[in-house]
């Protein structure tokens, strides 16, 4: 198939895909259309949940697999938009709706690449497509759920908007839960164990904490209180002060060690992370698909922003056409000239790292 027909068909796609409801959890629609396309190109596929994946032709066990996955789950619309978010629109080059940049434009451009190269032989990879759910609210169901049901993945490229640039970094996150106690009391009473009070000098602990390891992409570990809570009526001082702590981990820490770090050392009673399973990711700067990358011009950078990298265990680099700056916003758009560059981006970058 002609490149210029497969982007006016991803275009297409998108425009489908925006008009259907697919908040994270209810992307049954959305996976029927990933279907209906390889049904369209006469491609083998599965379906396990929502989640859509299909491999080459020429798959070979023997062979290491190249993982191309993106989400077709989205947020629900905030109340900004000016827009109707369910509907897709194109002025002055832009397709707006809600998903297209995040993550629809990657989508259809890693779906459109793989249909393109689905015959190719003599790769040095498999290929694998996964179009998957979840992903918005790191669900059990989406990406995780379902890698114990397709073949072993080596290397990945995750889809999302990064202005076709290389994140060859991500920085994992954990959230903590975290109790400061103290006396409980009438308010007319003194009480020297308010823990109310004695969290001040905790807050102060956690805003000048710092870890010593800094990583070259993703800088430095960052822990930062964004919630705290106590009391239940204006005369009884509480017992517990209850903080949210939320940690956005470089790739010189695992999660496990985080946590250790702060049981051991922070100034609080209790604290519990939520869950260590959002990792930090990376790929070695000397990767195949980085050098290509840089090759045809792709800049490197560490992102600050989660996304499915943190369930894979592999190297893996988060590639895609849009602007993350656009993601969640009222009015989302991309840019049709983003995706048809996208396409043909990752197409050229496959074809160079996988010769």
């Not at 009438?186 to 001040?200: C, F, G, L, R, V």
């Not at 807050?203 to 800094?214: A, D, K």
């Not at 988060?318 to 981006?345: N, Q």
């Amino acid at each position: 198939m002609q490149l210029q027909e497969l982007q006016e068909q991803a275009v297409e796609l998108l425009k489908n895909l925006i008009e259907t409801q697919s908040f994270s959890g209810e992307e049954n629609l959305t996976a029927d259309l990933l279907q209906n396309w390889f049904n369209e190109h006469k491609i083998p596929h599965h379906r396990y949940l929502n989640n859509i994946w299909a491999v080459n032709e020429h798959f070979d066990e023997a062979k290491p697999t190249l993982l191309l996955n993106s989400h077709h789950d989205t947020v629900k619309p905030n109340s900004g938009y000016t827009r109707e978010p369910f509907k897709a629109e194109i002025e002055n080059g832009k397709l707006y709706g809600l998903g297209s940049n995040d993550a629809g434009g990657c989508l259809v451009s890693l779906l459109a690449t793989f249909t393109y190269l689905f015959s190719t032989e003599n790769l040095s990879h498999n290929l694998l497509f996964a179009g998957t759910a979840e992903e918005e609210i790191n669900g059990e169901n989406g990406i995780a759920g379902l890698l114990p049901e397709i073949p072993k993945i080596d290397v990945a490229i995750v889809g999302e908007p990064t202005l076709m640039n290389l994140a060859v970094a991500e920085k994992g996150l954990i959230v903590f839960d975290a109790v400061v106690k103290g006396k409980p009391s009438h308010a007319a009473h003194p009480n020297e164990e308010n823990s109310i009070y004695k969290t001040a000098k905790v807050l102060e602990w956690f805003q000048n904490f710092r870890l010593n390891e800094i990583s070259e992409t993703l800088g430095e570990v960052k822990v930062t209180v964004t919630q705290i809570y106590a009391g239940s009526q204006h005369n009884v001082v509480p017992a517990k002060t209850h903080l949210v702590i939320d940690v956005r981990v470089n790739d010189k820490y695992s999660n496990q060690e985080i946590e250790s770090i702060l049981k051991e050392k922070a100034p609080v009673d209790e604290i519990k992370a939520r869950s260590l399973r959002l990792n930090s990711s990376s790929m070695p700067l000397d990767h195949a698909l980085v050098k290509a990358g840089i090759d045809l011009g792709m800049e490197t950078y560490g992102s600050p922003t989660l996304s499915d990298q943190a369930m894979l265990s592999c190297p893996s680099v988060k590639l895609g056409p849009g602007d993350s700056t656009r993601s969640h916003s009222a009015d989302e758009f991309i840019y049709i000239k983003e995706i048809e560059e996208g396409i043909g981006k990752y197409i050229k970058l496959l074809e160079k790292a996988l010769k």
